[in-house]
T-cell receptor, first 109, second 111 residues
């Protein structure tokens, strides 16, 4: 069964550093998403991506965040100048019904 | 009113019993509705989409009531493996892409 793959599974970074979270979506899907889930809280939409551009973004997705699809397969989320409150699970998903990857646990220390 | 609201539970249910969850949503323009399940510290997994006419998948039945703006999930003959958090998800009314997530209802099936 095709699946969404995310790397790394766990990332620890120091406050103020930049991190790049990587995702390989399901190959024939057109819509890609990033979500985050702070421990114990609900899933929150960050951004959707279609046809190599952002189609929508939430209020959370400010200038600290950016997304790219640099080589037509990988889909990345970059978080600049990380803050403690960025610690969360970050999920990549593809297609409208959102098939999720297993997530990257980001811990900012 | 929250955009998507669920009873957080937990629902403690004996194995074999039937359990039902409701979820209310605030935006009458929403068109897409889903139930996901999430195991502890794992990714959400799509359980089923919810269609206007209602739909069934094995032991699971989903219903949509547009007039009252709620969706429901019924689980029959519950099994230990059904223990999870069930997330109600609705598309943002003016958006095809953005999904709004409920905080989830925790279900614990007891032997």
């Amino acid at each position: 069964e095709p699946e969404v793959t995310q790397t790394p599974s766990h990332q620890v970074t120091q406050m103020g550093q930049e991190v790049i979270l990587r995702c390989v979506p399901i190959s024939n899907h057109l819509y890609f998403y990033w979500y985050r889930q702070i421990l114990g809280q609900k899933v929150e939409f960050l951004v959707s991506f279609y046809n190599n551009e952002i189609s929508e973004k939430s209020e959370i997705f400010d200038d600290q965040f950016s997304v790219e699809r640099p080589d037509g397969s990988n889909f990345t989320l970059k978080i600049r100048s990380t803050k403690l409150e960025d610690s969360a699970m970050y999920f990549c998903a593809s297609s409208e019904e959102a098939f999720f990857g297993q997530g990257t646990r980001l811990t900012v220390v | 009113r929250k955009e998507v609201e669920q009873d957080p539970g937990p629902f403690n249910v004996p194995e074999g019993a039937t359990v039902a969850f409701n979820c209310t949503y605030s935006n009458s323009a929403s068109q897409s509705f889903f139930w996901y399940r999430q195991d502890c510290r794992k990714e959400p997994k799509l359980l089923m989409s919810v269609y206007s006419s209602g739909n069934e998948d094995g032991r699971f039945t989903a219903q949509l009531n547009r007039a009252s703006q709620y969706i429901s999930l019924l689980i029959r003959d519950s099994k230990l493996s059904d223990s999870a958090t069930y997330l109600c998800v609705v598309n943002k009314g003016d958006s095809n892409y953005q999904l709004i997530w409920g905080a989830g209802t925790k279900l614990i099936i007891k032997p």
